[in-house]
């Protein structure tokens, strides 16, 4: 019989990773996107703002006496797929024998899009990689079908 403990422990996925950085006692809820953290063993959901000049929700996160304000949004998507796609024009093969510091240098370039355009949506069925000019195109779509309806 499972515990509510190992249940909640099948949906954390861990570590977390933020700007390719891997945070060990940090990790995501694969079904609704929010950062959990783990001290004594067990998982607390950590709570997230809005504040200063960030429009998404973020936390602040420390471990090994380091500390870094994440936005949930990136940290959810690149940890539960940190796999970028495969860009537009690269075959699928020479995307595989990319070495992994071009990938890791081509990370600053893909972004995180909310499909919904609502930045309090972390789920991680409404985030997507995107390219910056991708994301501000669907935007701009979104803001116009904003102002006609």
């Not at 973020?58 to 990136?74: A, N, P």
């Not at 537009?88 to 024998?97: A, L, R, S, V």
């Not at 499909?115 to 991680?124: E, G, K, W, Y």
């Amino acid at each position: 019989k499972m515990g509510k403990g190992s249940k909640l422990m099948k949906d954390i996925v861990t570590p977390l990773i933020y700007n390719q950085e891997k945070w060990y006692n940090y990790g995501v809820h694969k079904k609704d996107g929010g950062i959990w953290y783990k001290t004594r063993g067990e998982w607390h959901p950590r709570k997230w703002s809005i504040g200063g000049n960030m429009k998404y929700p973020f936390c602040t996160i420390s471990e090994s006496g380091k500390k870094k304000v994440v936005s949930f949004h990136i940290a959810t998507h690149e940890t539960l797929n940190p796999n970028l796609p495969v860009p537009e024009g690269i075959t699928k093969t020479d995307w595989k024998k990319t070495p992994a510091r071009v990938k890791a240098m081509l990370r600053k370039i893909w972004q995180v899009n909310h499909i919904d355009h609502d930045h309090l949506n972390f789920s991680p069925k409404n985030l997507e990689w995107t390219t910056g000019t991708e994301n501000v195109a669907a935007y701009q779509r979104h803001r116009v079908a904003a102002k006609k309806g």
